[in-house]
């Protein structure tokens, strides 16, 4: 089936809210996603589907839903329309769910267009969904075939549709944002409303030299802006969309920004400014992040953080969280406190207010972000049914260099946001140091300490955006053997047939961990441990198992090698003494400390501080 041909997003003024899609952009994805074939046959592609005689096909599916409830919460719409081109014979019924999922019918209509083709147009309320429920459309055929095709649901137009930009920021992944931003131009609709789209290059391998990027450059014309700047993390990335939009000036505008490594749906820009462009008031509209190496996985419906403990990326009660969408629905509407910037709206008033992203070059930016905008009047709404396929976090190793910047920068934002008490984070912090040096992740405990340091240092510490810091953690941590990945065949001084898998024992019961640690510390001290080597696979590389050798060999959480880890008494002994140095300074110091962040936001997040670090 040919694409459909491009028009303008407002018709009749009316604005498409959503498409209705039959497939994914990709063969990766399952059809499923977008509609399911509960009785009988269907082709279906990406823009149209083909029913036999005696078939159904619904689009009570994760991106087939249109989510009502959030439609009904955050913006001024009270009815949606529902249209497609229809060829042939058959039902079509338009079914709402309530927040405990169940159905019920609200319009039917019999298509009998024979050979011709007919334009339906359906019309539903947009109200009882207050607490949750959803729209779906369910096509059926008896005696005759039904073609359907170039489907969408859309709203009234607001008297003034918003100027919208798309910023992606790259770093060193050329291809992947070559690939995303050909995804966004190849689609005949998704940046029909968008006026500019921002390629923040800040990298060596530089995303113009590659001939697909070269041929979009061509095709989108002024459109395309291409930016190279120093590289400033995901932070500096992003906020240069912001600091371009922000400069023009001009009428309130919306800012989409847009991960260079994820695949691309198109359709997350459609949703996001459709809906932006109704709320009632300006909101953060975030897309949801699926997994990329299971594409039917939901990361989670809506987050929120546990600023006390530095913890992200937590899900609300009752928000779907690692879930296959095929099989789960996000019926009940949940509130998030943030959104991650995977995909995520941003409007230029919400900047105008509250002011720019802090420099923390990466991690937790776009929490503080959304935290910062909850405190100043401005929420922040997931939208269930839009979304980008993200690599899985499950599949990310924890040792690396970037635990630098979630420690560091989740302590700075809940000194901003959260009254950081600096006496139980030590507390808790002292468990994590103790078990990174039994577990022999020397590394590790480092990256926990120098975190706690920099942090003490005080906004002085993010005066260069976080360029130093990067490149210094990254230098120091590679004086560590364990943070360096081998392949498994192939590690020092260890032959494979020497790696024998020992797997974990039952996990201490929580009221004795306190006393397994201890013991473990005073074992791996005095050296009565398993001298090794054994293979740990990456799922039973906890704490309490790791800690019973002197020479283990690691799966890494990416599958793709090993890690090494070997007892080091003196590494231990060192890091111990400056740990416990840092920890004491913490609870000490964090409240004097938290207050000369709090007094440097305004310059931190200024036009002028980021126009001093863009120069």
Not at 252 to 275: G, S
Not at 372 to 390: E, M, Q, S, Y
Not at 439 to 464: N, R, W
Request: proline share 4%; hydrophobic share 40%.
């Amino acid at each position: 089936m040919e694409k459909p041909e491009s028009t303008t997003s407002v018709v009749n003024k009316t604005v498409v809210a959503q498409r209705l899609l039959f497939d994914g952009p990709s063969p990766l994805v399952s059809a499923d996603m977008y509609t399911s074939v509960s009785k009988g046959n269907a082709e279906r592609s990406r823009y149209s589907a083909k029913l036999a005689k005696r078939s159904v096909v619904e689009t009570n599916s994760y991106f087939g839903r249109f989510p009502a409830s959030y439609w009904q919460r955050w913006t001024d719409v009270t009815e949606v329309r529902f249209a497609a081109t229809v060829t042939g014979s058959g039902r079509v019924d338009v079914v709402a769910t309530d927040f405990k999922g169940r159905k019920r019918t609200v319009a039917s209509t019999t298509v009998a267009t024979e050979s011709a083709s007919s334009r339906l147009v359906i019309s539903a309320k947009v109200s009882q969904f207050l607490d949750g429920g959803a729209l779906f459309v369910r096509f059926t055929t008896s005696s005759g075939e039904l073609t359907v095709e170039d489907a969408d649901w859309s709203v009234d137009a607001p008297e003034k549709l918003r100027p919208t930009s798309v910023v992606i920021c790259t770093f060193n992944r050329a291809d992947d944002c070559a690939n995303t931003v050909a995804a966004m131009a190849d689609d005949p609709i998704a940046l029909l409303g968008v006026d500019n789209v921002y390629v923040v290059d800040q990298g060596t391998d530089q995303v113009q030299t590659r001939p697909l990027f070269q041929r979009v450059a061509a095709e989108l014309g002024d459109k395309l802006v291409y930016i190279t700047q120093p590289n400033l993390g995901g932070a500096g990335g992003f906020t240069r969309g912001l600091y371009e939009v922000q400069g023009e000036g001009g009428d309130p505008a919306n800012v989409v920004f847009m991960d260079d490594d994820v695949l691309c749906e198109p359709e997350a820009i459609v949703r996001m400014n459709a809906f932006a462009n109704k709320t009632v008031e300006p909101a953060i509209i975030g897309a949801q992040m699926l997994y990329l190496l299971h594409p039917d996985r939901v990361h989670v419906g809506a987050e929120v953080a546990n600023l006390q403990k530095l913890e992200a990326g937590l899900h609300v009660k009752n928000a779907i969280s690692d879930k296959s969408a095929l099989k789960k629905k996000q019926d009940i509407r949940v509130d998030a406190g943030y959104n991650g910037w995977w995909s995520c709206l941003i409007p230029s008033e919400i900047v105008s207010q509250i002011g720019y992203p802090l420099p923390l070059f990466f991690q937790w930016d776009d929490i503080e972000y959304g935290y910062r905008a909850r405190a100043n009047g401005f929420a922040t709404v997931t939208l269930p049914g839009a979304a980008v396929w993200h690599a899985d976090f499950a599949w990310k190793d924890w040792d690396e260099w970037h635990r630098y910047f979630n420690l560091r920068n989740g302590m700075i934002t809940a000194a901003l946001h959260g009254g950081l008490d600096g006496r139980q984070l030590a507390r808790q912090l002292s468990t994590d140091l103790f078990r990174y040096l039994v577990s022999m992740q020397y590394g590790m405990a480092f990256t926990l300490i120098k975190a706690i340091e920099d942090f003490l240092v005080g906004p002085s510490k993010l005066i260069d955006g976080g360029m130093d810091a990067a490149a210094a953690i990254r230098r120091d941590r590679a004086a560590y053997d364990e943070t360096k990945r081998y392949d498994a065949n192939a590690v020092p001084g260890v032959r494979p047939s020497d790696m024998f898998i020992t797997p974990a024992g039952p996990n201490p019961n929580k009221s004795l961990e306190w006393a397994v640690l201890a013991k473990r510390v005073l074992n791996q001290w005095r050296g009565r441990v398993h001298p090794g080597p054994v293979a740990i696979s990456a799922d039973d590389a906890h704490w309490w198992h790791v800690s019973l050798f002197a020479h283990a060999v690691v799966t890494d959480r990416s599958q793709e090698g090993v890690r090494v880890r070997k007892r080091d008494k003196a590494a231990a002994i060192t890091l111990l003494k400056r740990g416990l140095t840092a920890l004491r300074r913490l609870r000490s110091e964090t409240e004097c400390v938290s207050g000369t962040y709090r007094a440097a936001m305004p310059e931190l997040t200024s036009r002028e501080n980021w126009t001093r670090l863009y120069s």
